[in-house]
């Protein structure tokens, strides 16, 4: 990472590299984006809207086999090329339950895989992705710790993908196509359950709040760190720090440390001192997680609206590239008469089983 501008600015009494704010990085501040920043639009009905509660026809031909009691399923005996619009409805709504939904020894390619997933919606475009409609997903050996001295975006940090878009995605899908045998993981945690894992006085606090999200960062990062030219300009946008799922009606903390920097209602040290704890709450959630070990041919397809995802740092041997498509989403809303996955478990309590492969059943 010499090529970083920061590392070019050697400080004689430490040794090493001067930081350089990105207003007097030439590179940053004299780069023009093609593109104009998006405005508010409007998404069809998600496609899980659909399905059968019961998922009937998926898991006539697939067998779910549940990683984590809070998130992430495997669905085995099945390639996901040969499903039908209505079993691609059914495995929506069981992203939505779950969080994130795995797949082994698959058989798509990147142009199937495009026309797969299109089903779900319209096909989003990363800020920094040209004229194909899919991201390419690497790997980084990199100290992402020590990078963060020198740039500003933290990527190795949980996120949900591009939340500072006023129509953030919903649906992610990455297909791995080179892997190392060991390392590259990634982790999920659902934001279901960082939101029950508050106390009853927390909850309520920062359901009055808006998360601060941001692209500058990661904007900087593309053109001084990816050596790339982001699309977009950059822009902060305010959305509610809890969301309710449109599908399932249930609450997700709304707060990620890849792109939120703060609350807009809170005073500046306020918001530092709770989004420091969000940070804690979220990298210690390990009973609301669930670690990934990826192999050629396998997919993992997730749901950013109630799941923040990160790729795990290691010093690994070998290439590691994925085929990462998503598609827009609604913008984010909080609705004060929804619940959580705890209060719905609770008010089922003896009935259907709605935290795994039930219903979804949502209150009138």
């Known amino acids: 990472m010499a090529h970083l501008s920061s590392r070019q600015h050697i400080s004689p009494d430490s040794g090493f590299p001067v930081t350089l704010h990105p207003a007097y990085n030439p590179k940053i501040k004299n780069h023009v984006p093609p593109e104009p920043i998006r405005q508010p639009a409007a998404v069809g009905k998600d496609r899980a ?23 992430g399923t495997v669905l085995e005996g099945v390639q996901l090329s040969s499903l039908n619009g209505q079993q691609l409805d ?3 709504l069981l992203v939505n339950e779950r969080g994130v939904v795995f797949f082994r020894d698959q058989d798509l390619t990147t142009e199937k895989q495009v026309e797969l997933f299109q089903h779900f919606g319209e096909l989003d475009k990363h800020p920094a ?20 001295s020198y740039t500003p975006w933290p990527s190795g940090d949980f996120h ?18 080179e892997h190392p045998p060991v390392g590259g993981d990634t982790a999920w945690v659902s934001q279901y359950g960082l939101y029950d894992a508050l106390s009853k006085a927390m909850q309520k606090f920062v359901e009055s709040l808006h998360a601060v999200h941001t692209s500058r960062l990661q904007y900087d990062t593309i053109i001084d760190l990816w050596g790339a030219s982001p699309n977009r300009p ?8 809890v969301r309710t799922h449109p599908v399932t009606g ?3 903390l709304n707060v990620n440390p890849g792109f939120v920097t703060g609350f807009a209602e809170l005073k500046r040290k306020e918001s530092d001192k709770l989004l420091e704890f969000l940070e804690y709450h979220i990298h210690s959630a390990d009973d609301h997680a669930v670690r990934w ?27 590691r590239r994925g085929i990462r498509t ?31 492969h039930g219903s979804s059943e949502i209150p009138a």
């Open 49 to 71: 809207a659909f399905a059968d509660p019961k998922k009937k026809a998926l898991f006539a031909v697939a067998t779910p086999k549940d990683l984590a009691e809070s998130i």
């Open 90 to 92: 059914e495995l929506a």
């Open 129 to 148: 992705q040209k004229d194909v409609k899919h991201v390419i997903i690497k790997g980084s050996t990199e100290d992402h710790r020590e990078i963060l």
């Open 160 to 177: 949900a993908d591009t939340s500072f878009e006023i129509n953030p995605p919903s649906y992610s899908m990455l297909r791995m196509e």
């Open 234 to 241: 950059p822009i902060d946008t305010h959305h509610p720090a």
């Open 250 to 252: 249930l609450k997700a």
């Open 293 to 319: 070990r990826w192999e050629v041919g396998s997919i993992a397809i997730w749901d950013n609206r109630c799941s923040l995802h990160r790729v795990i740092p290691g010093t690994y041997k070998g290439a």
């Open 326 to 356: 998503t598609v827009f989403g609604e913008k984010p809303y909080f609705d004060e008469y929804s619940e959580s996955r705890a209060e719905r478990q609770e008010r089922l309590e003896g009935g259907a089983f709605v935290n795994g």
